[in-house]
């Protein structure tokens, strides 16, 4: 063992602490999309149960109206995560003054502001927390679509919202009850869930831009750390560990000195990066050149 200045060991952890909340944005955001591909692989599964069976009796219906509720509020829950905890941390890490967290909020804003999808799916969050579950029916449908080879028939099912329904709420965000009634498209949920997918795409995008300096630097302090006490000896050493110990010896906190961590940051912001604009892109088994 060697012995380090207090100050030395604080900066090492604040730099690890502060690496972590960077690396829990991208697990959020990743949670997010799972919790997102569940709720439209859920519809996709039912869609071909429809083709197959016909299912749409009544207490099937029911049934898949269940699966679907708890698919929507999981992704409905994941996504009020990342957004209630993105302040917070942005403010651990440039300051509860910065201007950083200033900019964000404003970016929430103005997301809340110009889409209609974005203030649907939050005002449902709040009805499902205080009052119901989200859906009032699901619609199975089906459509011909005409190729040069014949036609097609595409099936579908259809997660829908009343306005009625939701107006026994009295608590329910007036603006958009309003809104809904002149949007009648929006009552199908596919394509509000897809608006704030798009959304939370775009404040994760900035919040990465704004936090990409401060990782930067906090990064090449933590690493530089591992490097400088990872020779001992003369010989590399693993599994470094710094401690905090008071004048009788008694250890008070310590540090792992670890990056496997920062290995998966990387992994989870590659995978991540990948995402497209989700509102003009469509899963789908239909028969075509590949």
Known sequence: SKTIEATEYEEVKKCQDLCCLVLLFEERF???????????????????????????????SMQNRLKLDRRFVNLLSSLRLYLDQSD???????????KELKEIKEFKNGLYDNHFGFRLLEALRNHVQHSSLPLSAISYGSRRVESKDGFYVQFFVAPKISQEELSENKKFNKRVLKELGNQKDYSDLRLAAREYIYCLTLLHIQIRGTLREHFSKLREGYESAIQRHSIFGGHKVKHIRMNAVDDAGRTLSQVQLVDEFLKLHDVLYSRNSKVIDIRRSFASSAL???
């Not at 917070?88 to 910065?98: K, L, M, V």
């Open 30 to 60: 990743q949670l997010a999309l799972d919790n997102f591909h569940e709720w439209e692989t859920e519809l996709l599964e039912q869609a071909h149960s429809a083709l197959l069976w016909n299912a749409n009796d009544f207490s099937t």
């Open 88 to 98: 917070h941390n942005i403010s651990q890490i440039c300051g509860d003054e910065s």
């Open 288 to 290: 075509g050149k590949v």
